[in-house]
């Protein structure tokens, strides 16, 4: 079966960025710049915190937009990128309705998610998690 990270309860998120860390972390980077998924402020400590990742869509938009087919849909929802095929053309960052295609500056490719679920293992309060989809 396919998997897709998801957010159980953002009203869980405190904000620690440790599911950042902990992506970043898994090709032996150090800091956030890596990371394929994003905690941010909804607007203050009262408003909370978003959580955003890929939500490994049916029919991609991101894949729809690539001109190289750098990414590809899988099955099960979601994709998969090939980064030799990418020839850094941002599309599939625009074309993202959840923002969660983030770009790599220095290589001038994206980053998106490969539903591994490193990060919900550091995830102190389990807001999110790695889950089985239906194909």
Not at 17 to 33: D, I, Y
Not at 118 to 127: G, R, T
Request: hydrophobic share 35%; proline share 5%.
């Amino acid at each position: 079966m396919a998997k897709r990270l998801s957010v159980i309860d953002v009203d869980r998120c405190v904000g620690c960025q440790a599911c950042m860390f902990a992506c970043t972390r898994r090709t032996g980077s150090g800091g956030l710049e890596e990371s394929c998924i994003h905690v941010q402020s909804a607007g203050g400590i009262r408003k909370g915190f978003m959580v955003i990742v890929c939500r490994a869509c049916a029919d991609p938009p991101c894949a729809r937009v690539c001109p190289t087919d750098a990414l590809t849909p899988r099955e099960g929802g979601g994709v998969r990128f090939k980064a030799n095929l990418c020839i850094g053309c941002y599309n599939c960052v625009e074309a993202c309705p959840f923002g969660a295609a983030f770009w790599d500056g220095v290589n001038h490719k994206p980053q998106i998610c490969v539903y591994c679920g490193y990060c919900a293992n550091y995830c102190p309060y389990d807001v999110i998690a790695l889950e089985e989809i239906a194909a």
